[in-house]
């Protein structure tokens, strides 16, 4: 069955510190693969997305998340994390035809210590 | 670029009445919009897309003389709660996607439903 896991429903780092979210997931072809943020009471903001080529996606905010077909995975990375990064994040896929609906994760709510 | 609008951000109303909820692509041309569902602490839960000019696909187990879409033109959707119930109060967020193959879906800010 197609999934998407964001194995970590929290993550709390300290302000300035890297950060790395997780995202795995089950598809029978290399999808699209999407990164959104959302703080509470907004809609979604798309972080950075993947479609095909260079396996490492520059985003914006200081966001890059790295493809690795081999490991079914789609990691969203920051190198130093400012407050304003607390927030919602969720990754998505979608085929690459038809329907583009996406499949999401559950989520990753992160918060950053001062 | 790439900016959806969705109103109303609140509503209130009494249950039984029904409510009309706009997504709007601002600067592109929309030809797949979706509706979805959030519930607190929970990712978004997709209860139908819409293409222009034909009608919505509704995801497994939404009603869709409960949930009323329309996707009359390019840069417009509405979804229209129909006689609404308590239950019904939730967070409803509309994404857009443009008519080139390799477009994100791109995401309203949501409105907040609540009924009394």
């Known amino acids: 069955a197609q999934s998407v896991t964001q194995p970590d429903i929290h993550i709390t780092v300290s302000e300035g510190a890297s950060l790395e979210l997780r995202c795995n997931y089950s598809?029978?072809?290399?999808?699209?693969l999407f990164w959104y943020v959302q703080s509470p009471g907004q809609g979604l903001q798309l972080l950075l997305k993947?479609?095909?080529?260079?396996?490492l996606v520059q985003g914006i905010k200081g966001f890059e998340a790295e493809f690795k077909r081999s490991q079914s995975s789609f990691n969203l990375r920051k190198p130093s994390v400012h407050w304003s990064d607390a927030a919602e994040y969720f990754c998505?896929?979608?085929?690459?035809?038809?329907?583009?609906?996406?499949?999401f994760g559950t989520g990753t709510r992160l918060k950053v210590l001062a | 670029g790439a900016v959806v609008s969705q109103h109303p951000s609140w509503v209130i109303c009494k249950s039984g009445t029904s409510v009309k909820i706009e997504c709007r692509s601002l600067d592109f041309q929309a030809t797949t919009m979706f509706w979805y569902r959030q519930f607190p602490k929970q990712s978004l839960m997709l209860m139908a897309t819409?293409?222009?000019?034909?009608?919505?696909?509704?995801e497994q187990g939404v009603e869709k003389d409960k949930f009323l879409i329309n996707h009359a033109s390019l840069t417009l959707s509405t979804l229209t709660v129909t006689s609404a119930h308590p239950e019904d109060s939730s967070f409803y967020i509309c994404s857009a996607r443009g008519v080139s193959s390799n477009q994100p879906q791109h995401f309203g800010d949501g409105t907040r439903l609540s009924i009394l």
């Open positions: 998505a896929v979608a085929p690459a035809s038809g329907t583009y609906k996406y499949i």
């Open positions: 993947y479609f095909s080529g260079d396996t």
């Open positions: 598809y029978g072809a290399t999808p699209y």
């Open positions: 819409s293409n222009e000019g034909s009608k919505a696909t509704y």
